[in-house]
C-alpha cells in the first residue's frame, strides 16, 4: 500500500467570506479513494467488451475518447463491415426479425396531422366528376376496369407499340385478322357488287353490309362516299331518331377532327341514305326537292315577318318623336288636345278611316291633319 498513490488530502482553504473549512476525516478520504478505483475498474470493463463485440463506428466514436493516451485501436473496432443487430439503419428495407430496425415505421404523425391522405396520383382515375382511386369505392365497375389508353406496368414501350398495331388491326379486320377465303366452296365467299373481286373491305361489310372494294369506293364517290349527320339532317331532312336507328340507317364512328373530348363522329354511307329518303320516307326525290323549297320559303316568309314586325314597332316608337321634333323646330302643330288657331283646347275632326299602303288603317283630322293609326281587335 506504500507504494501506490494516493489521493493527497485537501488543504484548508479560506472561503471569501473568511471562513476555513475543516480538513478531511480518514473516513471520507478512503470513500473517495474506494469511489475513485471503482471508476477505473467500471472503465477497463467497458473497453474490454467494446473490443470484445467489435462495435460499431457509433460507438467507436463515443468511446474514443476513454482510449488512453499513447494506445492503438483494434482494426476491428473501427471496422465498418459489419453493422452490430443493435443498430438502427432507417435505410434498411429488411425486416425487423432479420436484424434491421427502420424507425420510421414506428413514428406516428402529431395529433394536428393525423387527418391528413397521402394519395398515389399514378393510381387515380379521372372519372370526368372528379379524380378517384379504386380504394375509394371498391364495388365501382369503371374504377377497376383496366384503362385501354393507358400503357400497362408490365409492358415495355415496344411491347405496347405492338399491342396498340393489334387492336387496330383487329379493329379494322385486316391483316392476319383478315377472314379467310375457302376453295372449295366459291359461291360462299363474298366479292365486290362493282367489280367482283375478293379483296372487299371487310369493315364495311362489317358495319353497313355492303360488299365493296377499296379501289370502287373511289370510283364511285357518289354511291359509297360518307356523309356525316349534319350533313344527313339538312340535305335529306331525316330525324334524329331515323339516324340513331341502326337498323334502319347503319353508321360508322370515328372520333371528331375538331375536339377530341367531344362525341364521336357518325358517318353514313351515301346511297343507303339515298335509298331510304326517296323510297321510303319522301317516295321520290323530286318530292324531297318540293320539301326542302316549301321549307325553305316557309323560313324565308317567317324571317320576313318578323323583320316587319320590328319595323312596325320601330315606326310606332319613332312616329310621335318626330311630331315633337318637329313642332319644336317651328313647323307648327301642337300637343295632342292644343288648339292651333285659337286660345282654347282643340277638339280632332276625325274622319273615315282610309287603309294606307301598308294595309293599316289610318284616321285624318279635318282640322290640323294629324294622322292616327287604329287597330281593330
Known sequence: MADRPSTPPLQATHTSGGVERSPLTPEQVKQIEI???????LRNQRETEARQHNTGSSLQRSSSSNVAAGQKRAHSAISTSSIPATQRDARSKEPERNGSFRPLDEIQPARNFTKFVDYDFSKMTDTKGGFLTAEDDPHNRQLHAPNQEEKPAH????????HQLLRSLR????????????????????????????????????VFGCAVCNGCKEKFPEKYSLLT??????????????????????HLERPNPHKSTWN??????????EEYAFTKKWGSAEALDEEFNKRESGKKKRKEDKFKSKLQELKKKTRV?????????????????????KGGKHNHVWGRPVQNEEGLEVKTCIECGMEVEELEF
Open 35 to 41: 469511489n475513485r478505483l471503482k471508476a477505473k475498474a
Open 155 to 162: 409492358m415495355t414501350l415496344k411491347e405496347w407499340e405492338r
Open 171 to 206: 379493329d379494322q379486320k385486316a391483316g392476319p385478322y383478315e377472314p379467310g377465303l375457302s376453295v372449295l366452296k366459291k359461291e360462299d365467299n363474298k366479292v365486290c357488287k362493282e367489280c367482283g373481286t375478293l379483296e372487299i373491305d371487310w369493315k364495311w361489310e362489317d
Open 229 to 250: 349527320k349534319t350533313e344527313a339532317k339538312e340535305d335529306y331532312l331525316l330525324t334524329d331518331p331515323e339516324l340513331r336507328d341502326e337498323e334502319l340507317l347503319p
Open 264 to 273: 364521336n363522329m357518325m358517318l353514313f354511307l351515301r346511297y343507303q341514305v
Open 321 to 341: 318623336e318626330a311630331y315633337r321634333r318637329s313642332r319644336q323646330a317651328g313647323g307648327g302643330g301642337g300637343e295632342f288636345g292644343d288648339e292651333i288657331s
